[in-house]
């Protein structure tokens, strides 16, 4: 009988030990990841799917039926001030979030797919970003010489911007 060993690359054994995230373009300019244990799904949906509610901050497009629940949809790049996405569209990209019991619809201008990388890649944003991002943020990476913002899906959904009390 023989033996065979196997040797994991230190490559290989970062991979395993590396977090899951979803990559995304907020605008041009921006591009973000969110952490996979928070995402749900990434969709497109139909402008027309969206119901618009009146006396909502401009944040907010509106509710939507996902899986036979009724969940806010939130423009993303226009809650964190960054520039808005083009209404002209006929879908947007939407990923849902859940944190604890609480879905949110976060539509953001292009879903690029997921990415990986190890905490110790991650660095503080101040300094980095617009000081108004930092509150929504868990930090940056750098990751083929573009800066990935870190989004952290709890800061989002306990926003005061979607509180209406």
Known sequence: ????????????????LA???????????????LSM????????????????????????????NWRSRIIWVIDLPRMLNLESLDYRVRQYNTIVIRVESLVLGLVVEEIKGTTKF????I??????????LVPY???CVVQQ????????????????ILRSD
């Open 1 to 16: 009988m023989t033996s065979t060993n196997i040797t994991l690359s230190s490559k290989a054994t970062q991979n395993n």
């Open 19 to 33: 977090d899951a995230y979803l990559k995304f373009q907020l605008n041009q300019q921006t591009t973000a990841v």
């Open 37 to 64: 244990m928070h995402t749900q799904e990434a969709i497109i949906v139909p402008v027309e799917s969206i119901t618009s509610m009146p006396n909502m901050p401009p944040c907010i497009l509106g509710l939507m």
């Open 118 to 121: 190890v905490a110790d890649a």
């Open 123 to 132: 660095h503080s944003p101040i300094g980095q970003v617009a000081s108004s």
């Open 137 to 139: 943020l868990c930090g």
């Open 145 to 160: 010489q573009e800066i990935l913002l870190i989004l952290d899906a709890e800061a989002i959904v306990q926003s005061s």
